[in-house]
């Protein structure tokens, strides 16, 4: 310990120091420290008193122990330590009293010697920190420490704890210089006093501020903290302002919404140090600045808010804002002028409609009929600009608003509707455009003919794969049609509400399909996908009154699966690649449960009638890779030719490994035969799905999760391959071309199905003799 006998306060006018409040006793405190081997442990310990009501450790310091009444106490890291490991301290009623009381203000502490992120023993560790105080701006602040020494020499810090009205610092007063502030205040959160430098503070040695330690109301000890104060003089103001033009208020300028009229202003003054340095701060809201201005006719210079308005009357051309910042040492004094605008001119100009930027470029000098109609007529924007008197060549666009309006003085002629003007019959109408008080006025005619005819049609088919168009059987899509004029001018969209009842998409453009029992088109632009295709489908969007005018797709159809439906061939493209007789053609197989379900169980049949593809070797299956579903695939199967394939399998589906929605079962790759266009359709036999994987398919009446199919057509994967002659077949055909009439495959399908059941042929398996609970030859995988 410091001190092992620890006396009781005695004030300075003589009087010893009572307890006044709980947990504060009138005695000195003294430091302790727990060193072992050389090391300092005693952050890292707690001190234990064999008498606390004597001394003990403070709650404010862990390495303070505080007198607290007369007596000895002994002092150890745990009751019963042996005597060297203990200090023992008297608290003494004897008086003592403070000889010397130091305050500091500090504003920076900073390592001068920092430690070693790690230690290497045995070395030494040394370190050392610099505390400074550092006053060389205003607002610059630091927090006041202060220590007593006794007169019987023991040094003691205080204040760090302060409980007003016990133990406290109290401090003053402030200087015109100096700002004090309480601790645990508004705008200081420390425990101790701040001190701060003043706006408008001097420099020079601060030697008025007075520091009273006192306890129980009784000033102990007293001293000064001395500041010293070094700041730099200022040498040049600066002021400026957001906006470097400004419209009077209420004016037409002012509507246009390229510029204000009220801008804020800014001021930053530039300091100079003793040895040069130069600093600039922003002086905008300090009291010390003033704002003016020379001609109070034009302008308002509002002081609180920091802004400068061009007056509704004003008649200058430009504004002189003065701003004046005054120190104790000098007064600075900048101005700065602001452009006071104008409207010059105003220009009417007539240009495409609808009113969107690939248009705005297109000048109407007329209005015509809209092509491929007697009766309506095109339409126009009107597009008003401003000029104002500082760039007369600028032109400010205008957008339409409360302030403007479009007026035509023949309206059975051209009809103002906000920007647009509609032509309505032939003649000539004045076209009058206003903006606040700014208007002009430009004639427009409508004339009886076609002036500007479609020069090109663009139709978009979305969600396209490549030129492929897949979907489920049935399902539409929307498409959109722009058309360009020869004037540049565009229409876009066709369809949308911008063209009801002058530029219909019915009126200008008609739509068709070579295949629309494949592919159907309405009148809209719609298209509709009804089965799969081996060929291309070519639609087309022509101008209705000029069909050299056009736009056209080459289409490949081909269905995706629905629910508990299966696919076969590829994903986009033709269904199924041509094949020259003598290869082998490959069918990929895929297969859709309801919904997002689990696939539980499939057995399809994949047929192709007519004899163009055969199941016999060489022909086979190969499952997918990965696989995804286990089955069972089998080939040229006894009595049934026209049979590609009959697959089957069935898996309880677990959560981590099996997959949800459409599964790839592999792919067969099949022999054709015989050259012409085969269809390859099929039969489901049965196929259920469930939502969960606990879902139990053996469950009456059927669970919600459990959904099946059982001898249904096949739909997505019904289609058509064309097989091509070898060589040598063309060459015994010869040149003869054959006209087939191929009709769509799913109705190709239905009228196979119908045949085989009326020659009793090719009928589809039953169930109802599978019976895998008691015939082991029945049982599938996953039963």
Same mark, same amino acid.
């Given at each position: 310990?410091?001190?092992?006998?620890?006396? /009781? +306060?005695?004030?300075?006018?003589?009087?010893?120091?009572?307890?006044?409040?709980?947990?504060?006793?009138? +005695?000195?405190?003294?430091?302790?420290?727990?060193?072992?081997?050389?090391?300092?442990?005693?952050?890292?310990?707690?001190?234990?008193?064999?008498?606390?009501?004597?001394?003990?450790?403070?709650?404010?310091?862990?390495?303070?122990?505080?007198?607290?009444?007369?007596?000895?106490?002994?002092?150890?890291?745990?009751?019963?330590?042996?005597?060297?490991?203990?200090?023992?301290?008297?608290?003494?009623?004897?008086?003592?009293?403070?000889?010397?009381?130091?305050?500091?203000?500090?504003?920076?502490?900073?390592?001068?010697?920092?430690?070693?992120?790690?230690?290497?023993?045995?070395?030494?560790?040394? *370190? $050392?920190?610099?505390?400074?105080?550092?006053?060389?701006?205003?607002?610059?602040?630091?927090?006041?420490?202060?220590?007593?020494?006794?007169?019987?020499?023991?040094? @003691?810090?205080?204040?760090?704890?302060?409980?007003?009205?016990?133990?406290?610092?109290?401090?003053?007063?402030?200087?015109?210089?100096?700002?004090?502030?309480?601790?645990?205040? @508004?705008?200081?959160? #420390?425990?101790?006093?701040?001190?701060?430098?003043?706006?408008?503070?001097?420099?020079?040695? &601060?030697?008025?501020?007075? &520091?009273?330690?006192? *306890?129980?109301? %009784?000033?102990?000890?007293?001293?000064? &903290?001395?500041?010293?104060?070094?700041?730099?003089?200022?040498?040049?103001?600066?002021?400026?302002?957001?906006?470097?033009?400004?419209?009077?208020?209420?004016?037409?300028?002012?509507?246009?919404?390229?510029?204000?009229?009220?801008?804020?202003?800014?001021?930053?003054?530039?300091?100079?140090?003793?040895?040069?340095?130069?600093?600039?701060?922003?002086?905008?809201?300090?009291?010390?600045?003033?704002?003016?201005?020379?001609?109070?006719?034009?302008?308002?210079?509002?002081?609180?808010?920091?802004?400068?308005?061009?007056?509704?009357?004003?008649?200058?051309?430009?504004?002189?804002?003065?701003?004046?910042?005054?120190?104790? $040492?000098?007064?600075?004094?900048?101005?700065?002028?602001?452009?006071?605008?104008?409207?010059?001119?105003?220009?009417?100009?007539?240009?495409? +409609?609808?009113?969107?930027?690939?248009?705005?470029? &297109?000048?109407?000098?007329?209005?015509?009929?809209?092509?491929?109609?007697?009766?309506?007529?095109?339409?126009?924007?009107?597009?008003?600009?401003?000029?104002?008197?500082?760039?007369?060549?600028?032109?400010?666009?205008?957008? +339409?608003?409360?302030?403007?309006?479009?007026?035509?003085?023949?309206?059975?002629?051209?009809?103002?509707?906000?920007?647009?003007? %509609?032509?309505?019959?032939?003649?000539?109408?004045? *076209?009058?455009?206003?903006?606040?008080?700014?208007?002009?006025?430009?004639?427009?005619?409508?004339?009886?003919?076609?002036?500007?005819?479609?020069?090109?049609?663009?139709? #978009?088919?979305?969600?396209?794969?490549?030129?492929?168009?897949?979907? =489920?059987?049935?399902?539409?899509?929307?498409?959109?049609?722009?058309?360009?004029?020869?004037?540049?001018?565009?229409?876009?969209?066709?369809?949308?509400?911008?063209?009801?009842?002058?530029?219909?998409?019915?009126?200008?453009?008609?739509?068709?399909?070579?295949?629309?029992?494949?592919?159907?088109?309405?009148?809209?632009?719609?298209?509709?996908?009804?089965?799969?295709?081996?060929?291309?489908?070519?639609?087309?969007? !022509?101008?209705?009154?000029?069909?050299?005018?056009?736009?056209?797709?080459?289409?490949?159809?081909?269905?995706?699966?629905? %629910?508990?439906?299966?696919?076969?061939?590829?994903?986009?493209?033709?269904?199924?690649?041509?094949?020259?007789?003598?290869?082998?053609?490959?069918?990929?197989?895929?297969?859709?449960?309801?919904?997002?379900?689990?696939?539980?169980?499939?057995?399809?049949?994949?047929?192709?009638?007519?004899?163009?593809?055969?199941?016999?070797?060489?022909?086979?299956?190969? =499952?997918?890779?990965?696989?995804?579903? =286990?089955?069972?695939?089998?080939?040229?199967?006894?009595?049934?030719?026209?049979?590609?394939?009959?697959?089957?399998?069935?898996?309880?589906?677990?959560?981590?490994?099996?997959?949800?929605? @459409?599964?790839?079962?592999?792919?067969?790759?099949?022999?054709?035969?015989?050259?012409?266009?085969?269809?390859?359709?099929? %039969?489901?036999?049965?196929?259920?799905?469930?939502?969960?994987?606990?879902?139990?398919?053996?469950?009456?009446?059927?669970?919600?999760?459990?959904?099946?199919?059982?001898?249904?057509?096949?739909?997505?994967?019904?289609?058509?391959?064309?097989?091509?002659?070898?060589?040598?077949?063309?060459?015994?055909?010869?040149?003869?071309? /054959?006209?087939?009439?191929?009709?769509?495959?799913?109705?190709?399908?239905?009228?196979?199905? @119908? =045949?085989? #059941?009326? !020659?009793?042929?090719?009928?589809?398996?039953?169930?109802?003799?599978?019976?895998?609970?008691?015939?082991?030859?029945?049982?599938?995988?996953?039963?």
């Amino acid at each position: 310990v410091s001190d092992t006998i620890l006396n /009781r +306060y005695q004030a300075l006018g003589g009087a010893l120091v009572k307890s006044c409040a709980a947990g504060q006793w009138p +005695y000195q405190r003294t430091r302790i420290a727990a060193i072992v081997d050389g090391f300092d442990l005693t952050s890292l310990v707690n001190f234990k008193s064999n008498a606390s009501h004597v001394a003990a450790a403070s709650a404010h310091r862990w390495d303070v122990i505080e007198g607290r009444s007369q007596g000895t106490a002994i002092i150890s890291l745990f009751i019963g330590a042996p005597p060297e490991q203990t200090a023992t301290v008297l608290v003494s009623d004897s008086p003592v009293s403070v000889s010397s009381l130091a305050a500091r203000a500090v504003t920076a502490v900073s390592w001068q010697r920092q430690p070693l992120p790690v230690y290497a023993f045995p070395e030494d560790v040394r *370190v $050392s920190t610099l505390v400074s105080q550092v006053m060389q701006a205003e607002g610059d602040s630091g927090l006041i420490f202060a220590a007593v020494t006794w007169d019987d020499g023991l040094k @003691e810090d205080v204040g760090y704890a302060p409980t007003s009205g016990v133990e406290e610092l109290l401090v003053g007063p402030a200087t015109r210089d100096i700002e004090l502030t309480m601790p645990q205040s @508004e705008g200081n959160g #420390d425990s101790f006093w701040k001190v701060a430098v003043k706006a408008g503070a001097a420099s020079g040695c &601060v030697t008025s501020v007075v &520091v009273n330690w006192t *306890v129980c109301g %009784q000033v102990i000890g007293a001293g000064h &903290v001395l500041m010293q104060l070094k700041l730099p003089d200022p040498i040049e103001a600066s002021l400026s302002s957001d906006a470097s033009r400004l419209a009077r208020m209420g004016s037409d300028a002012a509507l246009l919404g390229v510029l204000q009229s009220t801008s804020g202003l800014h001021v930053t003054v530039t300091f100079m140090a003793r040895d040069g340095t130069q600093t600039t701060r922003d002086f905008t809201s300090d009291t010390r600045v003033t704002y003016s201005t020379s001609d109070e006719s034009c302008a308002i210079v509002d002081s609180v808010r920091r802004t400068v308005s061009a007056r509704a009357a004003a008649s200058c051309t430009k504004i002189t804002v003065s701003a004046t910042v005054t120190f104790a $040492s000098a007064t600075l004094t900048t101005n700065i002028s602001v452009a006071v605008v104008r409207v010059a001119r105003a220009s009417l100009r007539f240009t495409g +409609y609808p009113d969107r930027s690939s248009n705005a470029d &297109v000048d109407m000098s007329a209005l015509g009929l809209v092509q491929c109609s007697s009766t309506r007529y095109m339409s126009a924007t009107a597009q008003l600009s401003i000029f104002l008197d500082d760039d007369p060549f600028q032109a400010n666009l205008v957008t +339409y608003s409360q302030h403007t309006s479009i007026i035509s003085n023949q309206s059975t002629v051209l009809l103002a509707s906000g920007p647009r003007l %509609q032509g309505i019959s032939p003649g000539v109408a004045l *076209v009058t455009a206003k903006f606040g008080s700014t208007s002009v006025s430009r004639e427009l005619g409508v004339r009886a003919q076609v002036l500007d005819e479609v020069v090109a049609v663009r139709w #978009d088919i979305p969600n396209l794969i490549g030129s492929t168009f897949r979907d =489920a059987v049935n399902s539409t899509r929307s498409t959109t049609v722009d058309v360009e004029l020869s004037s540049g001018l565009v229409w876009a969209n066709l369809n949308s509400a911008t063209f009801d009842g002058w530029a219909d998409l019915e009126d200008i453009i008609s739509f068709s399909s070579s295949t629309p029992d494949i592919i159907s088109v309405d009148d809209t632009g719609t298209l509709q996908l009804w089965d799969n295709w081996y060929q291309s489908v070519v639609v087309e969007a !022509r101008v209705s009154c000029n069909p050299l005018t056009a736009a056209r797709h080459e289409l490949r159809a081909n269905l995706r699966a629905g %629910q508990l439906d299966v696919d076969l061939g590829a994903r986009s493209g033709f269904q199924f690649r041509s094949t020259t007789v003598g290869s082998l053609l490959s069918i990929s197989v895929r297969v859709r449960p309801k919904a997002n379900d689990y696939l539980r169980s499939v057995l399809v049949k994949v047929t192709a009638p007519g004899g163009y593809l055969s199941s016999a070797p060489p022909t086979f299956w190969s =499952a997918a890779s990965p696989v995804q579903f =286990a089955v069972t695939a089998s080939t040229n199967l006894p009595g049934e030719p026209e049979t590609l394939v009959t697959i089957s399998g069935a898996a309880v589906p677990d959560a981590v490994t099996s997959r949800r929605g @459409e599964v790839e079962l592999g792919t067969l790759h099949v022999q054709a035969v015989k050259s012409g266009t085969a269809l390859i359709t099929g %039969q489901i036999l049965s196929m259920e799905s469930v939502s969960t994987t606990a879902c139990n398919i053996l469950s009456l009446p059927a669970q919600p999760c459990y959904s099946v199919t059982e001898f249904t057509r096949i739909i997505a994967g019904t289609g058509y391959v064309e097989l091509q002659p070898t060589r040598r077949q063309l060459s015994l055909q010869g040149n003869g071309s /054959r006209l087939m009439h191929v009709v769509p495959p799913q109705l190709a399908a239905r009228e196979a199905v @119908e =045949a085989a #059941d009326g !020659r009793g042929r090719q009928a589809p398996r039953r169930l109802a003799g599978c019976n895998p609970c008691d015939n082991p030859a029945d049982r599938v995988h996953g039963d």
